[in-house]
């Protein structure tokens, strides 16, 4: 009798044990994070990373506007906001990501760009590499909502994302109704590219009210002829402020209405930063070019 006791003793011992290795497991992998970045690899992560290396300005933003920025430990030499990424060590740009420096970080995870060439070569050495893309609105939506699950924390990206809807919507009833309609030629470089109604900017002038001299066929960000910029005689120009003190000595710009008339948007580089970043920052910049719509439309506008 004592004997078939301990062998049932032992049996229901050896069955909580079995009960809390299958527990232990569920729970491990509940705990993994499985994500698909933006060329189509699926990635798994057996717990959310603690040591993150950005390559992208837009990417460092959002990872601390979801806020993991204390996870940061290395980002690109443009990433300059929020003012405490400063700090941090610089590893180079996308066209020259010091490989060595970024592998003695020891990153979990390395955030770059779906176009970054050194991504191959830091897969190789070992690193996993998330690629992202942000060409449009869609896409900055869905890059908040893979970081915040990346992070641990899903809902952050949507609440993010809901800050952004907002302060674009309050920055559209900023504009004055007088400029609704008007047609814009938005100068992301000087060759000259520019930012078409596909492109995040280009989403946002349209949410403004705003037209665009660009066709959508020809892409978010394309690059155009000089001289179909200046027949396309926009009603308003937008660019770097740099950019708008040099245009007037392009060949055949000093004819365009918009540069002789003064409407005219020019950005100074914290300002300019903030409009061409498509991350967490794009409600600030509709309030950016809510401003300068105000500032065009004259006294009433301003109202």
Known sequence: MRAMQGRGRQRLIASLIVAACCA????????AILIRDDSGRELRFERSPERIVSL??????????????????GVDRYSNWPRQVASLPKVGALEDAQVERIVALKPDVVLASESARIAERLESMGLTVVLLQSQTQSDVHRLLLLLAQLLGDPSEGERAWSSIEHDIDQAAARVPASLHGKRVYFEVESDPYAAGPTSFIGQTLSRLGLGNVVPSELGPFP???????????????????????????????????ALKSGRVCAFEPAQYDVLVRPGPRLGEAAMILADCLRHLAGPVGRE
């Open 24 to 31: 232990a497991s569920a729970h491990a992998a509940a705990a």
């Open 56 to 73: 992208l300005p837009s990417i460092t933003e959002s990872v601390c506007a979801l806020g993991g920025c204390a996870r940061l430990v």
């Open 223 to 257: 690059k155009l002829n000089p001289e179909f910029v200046v027949r396309s005689q926009p009603d308003i120009v937008m660019a770097a402020e740099r950019e708008v003190r040099d245009m007037p000595t392009r060949p055949g710009w000093q004819g365009m209405e």
